[in-house]
């Protein structure tokens, strides 16, 4: 991995920053070595990807494409979620994400399945470890070799059976988020409409048994009353997975306004040892460590990680080979190399641990 990645360096040292020699390339060959150096000895995440435009959300076949950018960017671990009713899912006037139509009994949970088939046929063929556990994580980063954690976003296909969790805990999903885009019987999501106001008793149940299987929770999409009542039923750590602080003053005007969420929202994940994680639709990579900064500011630098919502939406991270990129970004922005580390994985080992082992 590492010869790769330095190959990427290579790249962007090439890339105008300065002739040879000058002051300005050698403040950035230093900021290079400094990135690779903390992935080096940081295992790092993305802690929500769907791994970029030839990935689970597409109807390409299983492919090396992640694999290789995971490679050239030296990004340890992908958050890899399928997302079980993306075939009732369309933009609506405003562009928004909905579900247009109520899925036929079973319907989400065969899709589910097949993008399950999916990921199976990508691991055995496309040089991609699977991390069942925090030790599959640290082994896999020692090899440099990349891996993916299996998630879920949006529990919709559980129809009220819960012994669908344990099969997807079986199948090798180790990260599930409750809701997503379409209603279900768990809680509110932040673009619909609040029939439950909050969580359901369902809701509360479906999260016991995540903690007793072993899965990471994500409460990302639930709103703040849903997540809050989240973390009163909680006894593990909670992840918020990809989002960014209301008003962002980073992000600027955006469509994804109803998808940021408030300071108490944040210090309330926050509050179970959790952490929340910032999505790539920022206009630079600079104004993307201006949304780190601002999470950190509102719950420490121990609760931010980084989650792209990598798909087919365009972002500053359209593919993996800019993660070291990201990560000096970071350093040259003021992060010094220990908590550059964190936010790009620790954090997210730290809930994965407690919640997976």
Not at 158 to 184: A, F
Request: charged residues 20%.
């Amino acid at each position: 991995m590492w010869s790769t990645a330095l190959a990427s360096v290579g790249t962007m040292l090439s890339g105008g920053v300065g002739p040879r020699g000058s002051s300005a390339a050698a403040q950035t060959a230093e900021n290079a070595s400094a990135a690779l150096d903390v992935l080096r000895k940081s295992i790092s995440v993305d802690v929500h990807t769907h791994g970029g435009m030839t990935g689970i959300m597409s109807q390409a076949p299983p492919n090396g494409d992640l694999a290789k950018g995971m490679r050239a960017g030296s990004l340890a671990v992908a958050c890899l979620a399928d997302v079980p009713d993306a075939p009732i899912l369309r933009r609506n006037a405003a562009g928004v994400l909905t579900a247009m139509r109520t899925p036929e009994p079973g319907e989400l949970y065969k899709y589910h399945l097949g993008r399950l088939d999916w990921v199976d046929e990508m691991v055995a063929s496309h040089n991609l470890r699977r991390a069942l556990t925090a030790a599959d994580l640290e082994a896999a980063h020692a090899a440099g070799q990349p891996a993916i954690v299996g998630d879920v976003e949006g529990l919709d296909f559980l129809e009220g059976k819960l012994e669908r969790l344990e099969q997807s805990h079986q199948r090798g999903v180790r990260h599930v988020q409750l809701v997503h885009y379409t209603p279900n019987d768990i809680g509110d999501f932040q673009t619909g409409i609040v029939t439950h106001h909050g969580l359901t008793p369902y809701g509360a149940e479906v999260i016991r048994a995540c903690q007793r299987l072993g899965f990471v929770c994500d409460v990302a999409h639930a709103t703040e009353d849903t997540a809050k009542a989240a973390v009163g039923v909680s006894t593990k750590p909670l992840l918020l997975s990809h989002t960014a602080i209301s008003g962002s003053p980073a992000m600027g005007p955006t469509p994804l306004a109803a998808r940021q969420i408030s300071r108490d929202h944040a210090r309330a994940i926050a509050q179970t040892g959790g952490a929340i994680g910032i999505w790539h639709f920022f206009p630079s990579l600079e104004k993307y460590v201006d949304g780190l900064k601002e999470m950190a500011d509102v719950v420490g630098v121990d609760h931010v990680c980084i989650g792209t919502d990598q798909s087919s939406n365009p972002g500053i991270l359209p593919d993996y080979t800019l993660w070291v990129h990201l990560v000096a970004a970071m350093l040259r922005g003021g992060f010094s190399a220990e908590e550059a580390g964190r936010i790009a994985g620790g954090n997210y080992m730290r809930v994965f641990r407690a919640a997976v082992g």
